[in-house]
């Protein structure tokens, strides 16, 4: 049973370009997550998801960022104008079920915007 | 201090000794998990306590939560070398509204000397 798997592993994005992150769930998994890490600190949430449904959003900074968790493929991260400040780790996970249920983290994508 | 913040920050004890991490947190939760990271890689789900448990094992992890104190401790016996990594802790707010994304602290992180 693969786990939750991210693409691309790394991206490097020029300021003013778009970048998107890709998230596959565990199989069986309908519950989304998206934390950003920053260097040396914790994960922070972004945004949680159901097939669908955006759940809350209260982590994703309000202009730029968007995610979508389709009936049909990944869930996809977007981030539009990128700018160097958006240069973190990004980590998606996955969940059977809602509140309580064990989250399951992907490998990650790292972003950086030169 | 923020929701989930671990202590001690950094921590370097000689293989076979035993590590103590501890976590506080500010508001009610209905569970705790800790996490473990290795440089560069993604999280690794190590346990999850419930709200309403007091102690928990897993291997020669052993964690605790004191809900009154508001604060976990995860110890790691008999150490290795390959447990060496971030360890974060991370609470599910019993916020009522929904909300399933998990709060980080900023880890300690974990050196065990060969």
């Known amino acids: 049973n693969a786990g939750v798997m991210q693409n691309p592993r790394h991206l490097v994005r020029r300021r003013g370009q778009e970048a998107r992150l890709r998230c596959s769930p565990m199989?069986?998994?309908?519950?989304v997550y998206w934390y950003r890490q920053l260097p040396e600190e914790g994960l922070k949430f972004m945004v949680y998801l159901q097939k669908e449904n955006i759940i809350d959003e209260s982590g994703m900074p309000k202009e730029r960022f968007s995610a979508e968790f389709p009936k049909e493929g990944p869930s996809i991260l977007r981030i539009q104008q990128v700018v160097r400040g958006d240069s973190a780790a990004y980590f998606c996970a996955s969940s059977l079920g809602g509140s309580g249920s064990e989250q399951y983290f992907g490998p990650g994508t790292r972003l950086t915007v030169t | 201090s923020q929701q989930g913040e671990e202590d001690p920050q950094a921590l370097s004890i000689q293989e076979g000794e035993n590590a103590t991490m501890n976590c506080s947190y500010k508001?009610?939760?209905?569970?705790l998990q800790w996490y473990r990271q290795n440089s560069g890689r993604g999280l690794v789900h190590l346990i999850l306590?419930?709200?309403?448990?007091r102690e928990k094992h897993s291997g020669r992890l052993r964690v605790t939560l004191d809900t009154s104190k508001k604060s976990s401790s995860l110890l790691i016996t008999a150490s290795r070398a390959a447990d060496t990594a971030s360890y974060f802790c991370?609470?599910?707010?019993?916020?009522?509204?929904?909300?399933?994304?998990?709060?980080f602290g900023k880890g300690t992180h974990l050196i065990i000397q060969p």
């Open positions: 199989k069986g998994h309908s519950h």
């Open positions: 508001t009610s939760i209905n569970n």
């Open positions: 991370a609470t599910d707010l019993n916020s009522g509204g929904g909300a399933d994304g998990l709060t």
């Open positions: 306590i419930r709200s309403n448990e």
